[in-house]
């Protein structure tokens, strides 16, 4: 049981805008890390920990698509595609120049980055459909042109090995050492966006998001603050790029197509869009839930489903569960798992007294 | 008070000949006004006369067909919206726009956004310099948030508020800029008398206090003719008008404009 002060004074306001202002939000901050950096991956077999580390990795992705989706309010259907420039960004550097991880992940977000500006410039003059429509176009062409420019993605099935990550010249193979390369990654990724979002520009994406008009008679070049969001949407999911390509040791464009940029969308909107939490509660989520299904299916399944379709009904299964869940959120909990989450702690928190 | 009338007073604002056509419908034609600095300076006229296509000219919203601004003695024309906030033009909204996902305090804080620097490494970090900023503006913000009397409101979401206090806000938003000239487009409409003389206050001292050069849209007359030390009056997209209160109250052409409305 937890116990709240009925106050907690805050004698001037920089302790008014700390991150975690209650001593409860610090010892549970505490308590976070003690639980992912010391009990989990002691816990953990090496299956279980190679499913922490793609949703770690899925976290980060998660977190730059709500940056732009949650909280600018302007969609994108190609986060997937910018992934990919990550990915072989890292990957080309690592087979031509033997660079480490801590030069790939920079340069890899940087060159997505780079590549969200060219392709927000025109992308972000329009809104709503034709924007959606604008960056699907941009998930195609990058596509293509990766898959078509044996330059940059290497020739034979336009892919690229990856070696594993070394530190301090120990390589890292088993999924305990990628958990520990991953973790403090998307730990950081987690606490930049937390600053983020409540600096001077996060609160701009916010005003763009409710009230464009009054955001630009405020001073905020709206046009330039878009750019910006894509940018660093962009560079985020560079980022998760490289994540993802050290993880599978290849950079194949096959694995950042179409539908991992919805998965992505779900993961946001599933939970909570504009929420830092939400976002790793979405990424958690949509990463377990193929998990759940085919374990599901497996063992009860198989009892009602021909063994020979089992593997298309799990796949289809999945598409018709995101696809319902999308809808249901989207139209009875907008504000995502995070809020049901909030709902239920605020239950809690007074226990038994309902109110 | 009447250092309007004096020829030498040093000018806030300078529109000339403005004109704006949506379509085929004259919106605003070749309005010329002049707003000397320090003073509240209304603009009147019936539903339609082009009061409010005015101001987003001003404000940048809409690009003049037609004309010149000056504020002082720059010209800002051709400025977009964002430009003209950073040299000290703020307005408010007739049909409030607030960003309803924000807090009070943080509306108020989006007022702070031209005087403030934060890139984007320091928002990330938001360490050493981002911080000492971020504690720098809210001090300022709070002022504002004492002046207006929504202490107990800063938390609150602005979406959640009624309207009165929603008007109120969006005031604070405008002031947080530090505004040399401040825009308000019908600041009083749909409050109630209790309301009214709350804003009413408010305005006076902002111009008092501050000094800041109001243009104010107002149907009121009363307030009207007793806070404002200058009237222009619209019909129909031109100006009819302008003056005293006393002089306007007493032209021909601005009785024949209201009793022709139907006012
Ligand atoms: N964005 C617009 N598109 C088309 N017509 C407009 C637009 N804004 C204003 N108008 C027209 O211009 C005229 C003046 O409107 P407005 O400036 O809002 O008047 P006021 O604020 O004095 O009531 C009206 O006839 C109005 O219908
Ligand atoms: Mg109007």
Same mark, same amino acid.
């Given at each position: 049981m937890y116990f709240?002060?009925?106050?907690?004074?805050?004698?001037?306001?920089?302790?008014?805008?700390?991150?975690?202002?209650?001593?409860?939000?610090?010892?549970?901050?505490?308590?976070?890390?003690?639980?992912f950096f010391v009990i989990l991956p002691l816990a953990f077999d090496e299956y279980l920990l190679s499913i922490v580390n793609i949703a770690a990795i899925a976290v980060v992705g998660a977190l730059g698509l709500n940056i732009l989706l949650g909280y600018t309010g302007q969609i994108s259907i190609g986060h997937g595609a910018f992934m990919s420039v990550g990915a072989y960004t890292a990957a080309n550097m690592a087979k031509y120049l033997d660079a480490p991880f801590w030069l790939t992940l920079p340069a890899g977000g940087l060159m997505a980055a780079l590549i969200g500006v060219i392709v927000g410039m025109p992308s972000l003059r329009v809104k709503g459909l034709y924007l959606a429509i604008a960056t699907l176009a941009a998930q195609f062409i990058i596509e293509w042109i990766l898959n078509h420019t044996p330059v940059i993605s290497g020739g034979i099935q336009a892919s690229i090995e990856m070696p594993r990550p070394e530190i301090f010249g120990v390589v890292l193979e088993t999924q305990a050492e990628l958990y520990f390369f991953i973790l403090p990654i998307t730990a950081l990724a987690i606490i930049a966006t937390f600053n983020l979002v409540r600096s001077r520009i996060g609160r701009a994406f916010i005003a763009i998001r409710d009230q464009d008009v009054a955001a630009e008679i405020i001073g905020i070049n709206v046009y330039r603050y878009k750019l910006l969001a894509f940018a660093i949407s962009s560079f985020y999911a560079g980022v998760t790029g490289v994540l993802y390509t050290y993880y599978f040791g290849i950079a194949n464009y096959e694995a950042f197509q179409l539908p991992i940029s919805i998965d992505y969308l779900a993961m946001c909107i599933i939970g909570g869009l504009g929420s830092v939490m939400g976002s790793v509660y979405g990424a958690v989520f949509v990463t377990l839930l193929p998990i759940v299904i085919r374990f599901f299916m497996e063992t009860v399944g198989v009892f009602f489903v021909d063994g020979n379709y089992l593997a298309q009904v799990i796949a289809q299964m999945r598409l018709i569960l995101f696809g319902g869940l999308i809808i249901v959120f989207l139209v009875v909990e907008p504000e995502g798992l995070n809020k049901l989450w909030q709902n239920i702690r605020n239950y809690f928190r007074v226990w038994p007294f309902s109110y | 008070m009447s250092d309007g009338a004096n020829g030498s007073a040093e000018i806030a604002l300078r529109v000339e000949n403005l004109s704006k056509n949506f379509g085929g419908v004259k919106a605003v034609g070749d309005v010329s006004v002049t707003v000397p600095k320090g003073l509240i300076y209304a603009i009147i006229g019936p539903n339609g006369a082009g009061k409010t296509t005015l101001l987003n000219m001003i404000s940048g919203f809409y690009a003049p067909d037609q004309g010149s601004i000056h504020l002082g003695n720059e010209d800002i024309t051709r400025l977009n919206p964002a430009n003209r906030a950073t040299k000290g033009i703020a307005r408010t909204f007739q049909n409030i726009a607030l960003f309803n996902g924000l807090t009070v305090l943080d509306n108020l804080m989006?007022?702070?956004?031209?005087?403030?620097?934060?890139?984007?490494?320091?928002?990330?970090? +938001?360490?050493?310099?981002?911080?000492?900023?971020?504690?720098?503006?809210?001090?300022?913000?709070?002022?504002? #948030?004492?002046?207006?009397?929504?202490?107990?409101?800063?938390?609150?979401?602005?979406?959640?508020?009624?309207?009165?206090?929603?008007?109120?806000?969006?005031?604070?938003?405008?002031?947080?800029?530090?505004?040399?000239?401040?825009?308000?487009?019908?600041?009083m409409a749909g409050m109630n008398q209790e309301?009214?003389?709350?804003?009413?206050? +408010?305005?006076?001292?902002?111009?008092?206090?501050?000094?800041?050069?109001?243009?104010?849209?107002?149907?009121?007359?009363?307030?009207?003719?007793?806070?404002?030390?200058?009237?222009?009056?619209?019909?129909?997209?031109?100006?009819?008008?302008?003056?005293?209160?006393?002089?306007?109250?007493?032209?021909?052409?601005? #009785?024949?404009? +209201?009793?022709?409305?139907?006012?």
């Open positions: 709240r002060q009925s106050g907690y004074y805050k004698t001037n306001y920089k302790s008014d805008m700390a991150l975690l202002p209650l001593p409860i939000g610090q010892a549970t901050a505490i308590g976070y890390a003690l639980l | 989006m007022g702070r956004h031209v005087h403030m620097k934060a890139g984007v490494l320091a928002s990330f970090l +938001y360490w050493g310099k981002a911080q000492r900023e971020e504690v720098e503006h809210r001090r300022r913000v709070e002022e504002i #948030i004492d002046f207006l009397k929504l202490s107990d409101l800063r938390r609150e979401p602005t979406g959640a508020l009624a309207y009165g206090l929603r008007k109120r806000v969006e005031l604070g938003r405008a002031l947080a800029v530090e505004p040399s000239l401040l825009l308000l487009d019908e600041p309301e009214k003389e709350d804003m009413v206050r +408010y305005v006076l001292d902002v111009n008092g206090e501050f000094g800041t050069t109001i243009v104010l849209i107002e149907h009121d007359m009363g307030v009207i003719m007793d806070i404002s030390d200058r009237i222009a009056v619209l019909d129909q997209g031109s100006k009819i008008a302008d003056g005293t209160p006393d002089e306007v109250r007493n032209n021909p052409q601005v #009785i024949e404009a +209201y009793l022709g409305s139907g006012h």
